[in-house]
C-alpha cells in the first residue's frame, strides 16, 4: 500500500482480487463437474490424475503436499479412483506405511481424454493473455496465495 492510497481502498482492492478468484474458482469447478461427469470423477480427482500421468509411483503425502490437499481429502479421493478401477495402492517395500499410486489400464486409457479436458480449459482461461504476460500473472497470484497462508 502506497501512502495515497488511503486503508479503505486497500481494503477493497484485495476484496476485489478475492471475489475474482473466488468467481474464477466457482467456475472452473462447475466446468470440470460437467466436463467429468461421464468418468464419475470430479476435479480434485482430475488433479491426482494429472499428476500421476506425469509420475507413477508417488505416495499419496507427496500428492496432497503437491496439490495443496490435507491427507483426508487425498485419501478419500484416492479410495473414490480406486472404486471406479482408474488407480491402485502399493505399500512401499522400503517403508511400509507409504502408500504409493499407481494407474490402472482404466486409468491408461483416460489419459488422452483428461489431457483434452485439460487443455480445452487452459485454451478457455487463458485465450486473451499474451504468453509473455502469464508469468507475471502466475507470479502476482502466487505471492498473494504465500501471503494468504501467512494468516
Excluded: C
Excluded at 467456475?27 to 499428476?51: C, D, N, R, T
Aim: hydrophobic residues 40%; charged residues 30%.
Amino acid at each position: 500500500m502506497n501512502e495515497e492510497e488511503t486503508p479503505i481502498q486497500w481494503i477493497e482492492d484485495i476484496d476485489k482480487i478475492a471475489a475474482l478468484i473466488s468467481f474464477m474458482y466457482r467456475s472452473v469447478q462447475k466446468h470440470f463437474a460437467k466436463e467429468l461427469a461421464p468418468y464419475h470423477i470430479g476435479w480434485g480427482h482430475f488433479s491426482i490424475l494429472m499428476s500421476l500421468y506425469r509420475q507413477e509411483g508417488r505416495s499419496q503425502d507427496s500428492l496432497a503436499q503437491s496439490r495443496g490437499f490435507d491427507k483426508t481429502m487425498i485419501a478419500k479421493s484416492i479410495l473414490k479412483l480406486e472404486k471406479e478401477g482408474i488407480v491402485y495402492r502399493i505399500t512401499d517395500p522400503e517403508d511400509k506405511r507409504i502408500k504409493r499410486l499407481y494407474l490402472t489400464e482404466k486409468g491408461r486409457k483416460l489419459k488422452p481424454e483428461m489431457r483434452k479436458i485439460g487443455f480445452e480449459l487452459n485454451s478457455l482461461l487463458l485465450k486473451d493473455f499474451d504468453s509473455d504476460d502469464l508469468p507475471s500473472a502466475i507470479e502476482i497470484v502466487r505471492k498473494i496465495a504465500l501471503n494468504a497462508a501467512q494468516l
